[in-house]
């Protein structure tokens, strides 16, 4: 759901639209899309407040940066470290409730647990990344210094992102292959 | 860096996993100990009934019928006093009658879970070979030490299962000899119940009727165990029950 979600926003996205609107409006339909998968997810009520309110903030952020406040038109870092920071969180709530709620099934034939592992690679990584994005873009603006080293460190920080992310979605493609093999294997 | 981080999630959810499983073992193994446990009460609350019911029907033979015969056995006394020269018929209808009203007594009393918990197992096991053997139908020996280590609720367990399997050799077996050996060590009370009736098939399940359901049923009860061993002719029920720990007991 997620997935078409985030394709059918891409695909319908008129094609003189900025970059940066196009990011901001991305993570935004991540964080919401996510958020509306860990509430259905997560069983303790207070756990799903938590989420409902990691949302909120997420869409605060949006709607200030983008529409009361309409900050500068540069790729918003601190939109994505605080959607990577929240997501995280959320992560570690529904693996404090895997632990707390031991069944006999196996936790590798459980498609949440990879789903949810692969998406702790790829937004804790994330969050380090745009924080350290964050750091440097401030940093050039404020000394309007844009050097060849700073160039490629974040070039770097882009290429470690795109590998993060290209693992994750390998551990999740992975962890659906494992788990139809094996419900093939047993039903034969 | 990269890859360092990589390498710390990987590492994490590694141990993550390694967490959830050793609470999955352990979330196993309390489910089965939990289903073990309410087997165990499930079978104690069966086994109860049934030793409740036998008491209700040792108390019916003692009451009702034993009265009827006690009462038909006096008639019979009053008959014989008021004919000058009572036939040979009256004299015996009274004695089958006294008969009759021993074995009843002593089947009431060997179904009586309070009458029998006053005495040990090898006492209980003794009066039923007596009682058997009075009927000349049947020889029942038994070899024994002088006493059992075990508690006497689980004495009165064993006199049943012993019991059961006496009586699936006169039924079943149509047995004319039975033997019971009963020895203990430190650890465990032996009994073997053999005789020489009709054997059968062990291994067809199709063969094993109640009273075999029963006799094991009460000696897990116990923590202990019952196997068969059969033939064209002659059975042989081997019953091993463990001596409770003293100190365990205690606890």
Not at chain 2, 4 to 33: N, P
Not at chain 2, 143 to 154: A, D, F, G, S, T
Request: proline share 2%.
């Amino acid at each position: 759901m997620i997935a078409t979600l985030l394709t059918a926003a891409i695909l319908s996205w008129p094609a003189n639209m900025s970059n940066i609107v196009i990011y901001d409006v991305l993570c935004l339909l991540t964080s919401v899309s996510l958020s509306l998968y860990f509430f259905y997810s997560l069983i303790m009520p207070w756990k799903k407040m938590v989420t409902l309110f990691l949302c909120l903030t997420q869409i605060s952020h949006f709607v200030l940066s983008n529409v009361i406040f309409k900050t500068a038109p540069l790729f918003d870092s601190m939109g994505y470290v605080i959607l990577s920071v929240c997501i995280v969180i959320m992560i570690f709530m529904y693996l404090h409730q895997i632990l707390s709620n031991v069944t006999e099934e196996s936790l590798s034939l459980n498609f949440d647990f990879w789903f949810v592992s692969s998406q702790l690679i790829y937004f804790l990584g994330s969050f380090i990344i745009f924080l350290t994005f964050n750091y440097l873009t401030r940093k050039i603006l404020t000394t309007e210094l844009y050097l060849e080293e700073n160039r490629v460190l974040l070039t770097k920080l882009w290429g470690v992102h795109n590998v993060l992310l290209f693992l994750s979605s390998l551990l999740t493609l992975g962890s659906v292959i494992w788990i139809a093999f094996h419900k093939k294997l047993q039903s034969s | 860096m990269g890859s360092a981080f990589f390498l710390l999630v990987a590492v994490g959810i590694i141990v993550l996993f390694l967490i959830y499983q050793k609470k999955q073992l352990q979330f196993i193994l309390e489910k089965h100990e939990l289903s073990n446990q309410f087997q165990k009460e499930l079978l104690t609350t069966r086994l109860e009934a049934q030793e409740e019911t036998l008491n209700q029907l040792s108390r019916e033979l003692h009451d009702n019928i034993g009265q009827l015969l006690s009462s038909s056995k006096l008639l019979i006394g009053v008959t014989k006093r008021t004919l000058a020269s009572p036939n040979e018929e009256l004299q015996l209808a009274e004695e089958t009658v006294s008969k009759a009203i021993t074995e009843l007594r002593a089947m009431s009393k060997s179904l009586n879970k309070d009458w029998l918990e006053q005495f040990n197992f090898i006492e209980n096991l003794t009066a039923e070979a007596k009682r058997i053997n009075a009927t000349k139908e049947f020889e029942m020996t038994i070899q024994h030490p002088e006493i059992i280590n075990l508690p006497v609720e689980q004495q009165l367990v064993l006199f049943r299962i012993v019991q059961e399997a006496f009586q699936n050799s006169l039924k079943h077996g149509k047995a004319g000899h039975i033997s019971i050996f009963v020895e203990q060590n430190d650890a465990h009370v032996n009994v073997k119940i053999e005789d020489n009736g009709k054997g059968f098939d062990v291994s067809d399940s199709s063969r094993q009727g109640v009273g075999m359901i029963n006799i094991k049923n009460r000696a897990q009860m116990l923590g202990g165990s019952a196997l068969w061993q059969s033939g064209k002719s002659g059975t042989a029920v081997a019953v091993q029950i463990p001596i409770p720990n003293p100190i365990q007991e205690i606890a």
